[in-house]
């Protein structure tokens, strides 16, 4: 079965051809058009331009991702679009194009929930960390992007229940905020890493001890998270007299100490998570699971605590059409054209 798997939610447009035959998934084509760089100027994507960047890029993308795929419009046999959450413009241009698709072709369409797409990547796609090749179940799912930070627990029938998010800035949200107070450009997180690891100008690392920023409700006993704080802990750092914007040192410093303190709260509430749920896996997807750093330091405590971790592929972590196209092959709940609508505050 060909699925074509569409996102549109924020600043890219996405579409991807999945192939499903004999419970295996393939994917063809992945193609991925960003409008990051009109944002760049205005250091935070702005709706309107966002989504006028989608209509001129999903005919195109959708065109490229048939292309790539050898396939044509027809071969297709199930449209996936990502329904919500996300800015209801750049929604609106995949919903309504698939609609129409949907109609004209007579094809069924499966609405996707973002968020989800960003869990079932990851059964495209495992990189195991260690050594069995398959996702276990009940598992543990980390979602970190520019928009959200959530754990869900989710079962083998794909059921889940959610166990706590973000009170108020999501993680990558959090590096976005902190890389425009230290001048970095956007998107942060990419940035932030960076000059953590490399220096800036390249030469010593940040160092991730430098500043002892709060883990904010590390120890809160449940699964939500707040980030805002901790923005607003390194706005202090660099309003202090002491602290010098100029010594390029510190900028790595203040990014790799702002970096370690997200990634503390983050590893310590999604093994918390795993140990409470007793489940053997965890995974982890959004933009923020394509950072290295958090990858390297999950692994080593799953690996201490005897859990399984599966990751996505950096360009599979932030947004793409091969995430909806997955997920909707799992989900497959299917919606005649004129069920789906575009739904910006959608959430589990
Ligand atoms: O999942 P995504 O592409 O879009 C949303 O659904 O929001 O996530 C984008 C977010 C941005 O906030 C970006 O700064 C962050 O993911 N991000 C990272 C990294 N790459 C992207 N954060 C930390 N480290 C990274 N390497
Ligand atoms: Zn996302």
């Known amino acids: 079965m060909l699925i074509l798997g569409i996102e549109t939610s924020c600043d890219e447009t996405a579409a991807a051809v999945v192939n499903s035959q004999n419970d295996q998934l393939k994917l063809l084509s992945n193609v991925v058009a960003t409008s990051l760089q009109m944002h760049q100027k205005t250091g935070g994507v702005v709706p309107e331009v966002a989504a006028r960047a989608q209509l001129e890029s999903i005919l195109p993308v959708i065109t490229k991702a048939l292309e790539e795929a050898g396939l044509a419009l027809k071969d297709i046999d199930k449209l ?4 919500g959450p996300g800015l209801v413009g750049p929604l609106l241009v995949g919903v309504e194009t698939v609609k129409a698709l949907g109609l004209v072709l007579n094809k069924p369409i499966v609405p996707v929930n973002h968020l989800l797409g960003h869990i079932f990547i990851n059964m495209l796609e495992p990189t195991i960390v260690d050594r069995l090749s ?16 959530d754990l869900i627990c989710m079962n083998k029938d794909y059921s889940y229940k959610w166990l706590g998010g973000t009170r108020d800035d999501a993680a990558g949200e959090a590096f976005d905020k902190v890389a425009r107070l230290l001048d970095l450009g956007f998107p942060g997180g990419p940035a932030i890493e960076k000059i953590a690891k490399e220096g800036l100008p390249a030469g010593r690392q940040g160092n991730p001890n430098a500043i002892l920023f709060p883990r904010p409700m590390i120890n809160s006993g449940d699964f939500d998270f707040s980030f805002s704080g901790l923005k607003t802990a390194v706005l202090n750092v660099i309003q202090s007299t002491n602290y010098e914007l100029q010594a390029t040192s510190s900028k790595a410093d203040i990014a790799a100490s702002f970096q370690q303190a997200v990634i503390d709260v983050l590893v310590a509430k999604t093994l ?52 909806v196209a997955t997920a909707a092959f799992f989900l497959d709940k299917v919606v005649s054209p ?4 575009a739904t910006p505050g959608l959430y589990f």
Do not use: W
Request: aromatic share 6%; glycine share 10%; net charge neutral.
């Open 80 to 83: 996936a679009v990502t329904f």
């Open 134 to 149: 398959t996702i276990d179940f009940p598992l543990i799912a980390l979602i970190v992007s520019g928009g959200h930070t």
């Open 272 to 323: 918390k998570a795993a140990q409470e749920y007793e489940v053997g896996q965890i995974i982890i997807g959004g933009g923020v699971a394509a950072n290295e750093e958090l990858r390297k330091q999950l692994k080593t405590n799953c690996q201490k605590m005897g859990i399984k971790l599966a990751y996505p592929s950096k360009s599979l972590s932030t947004d793409n059409g091969a995430m």
């Open 338 to 341: 004129l069920e789906i609508q």
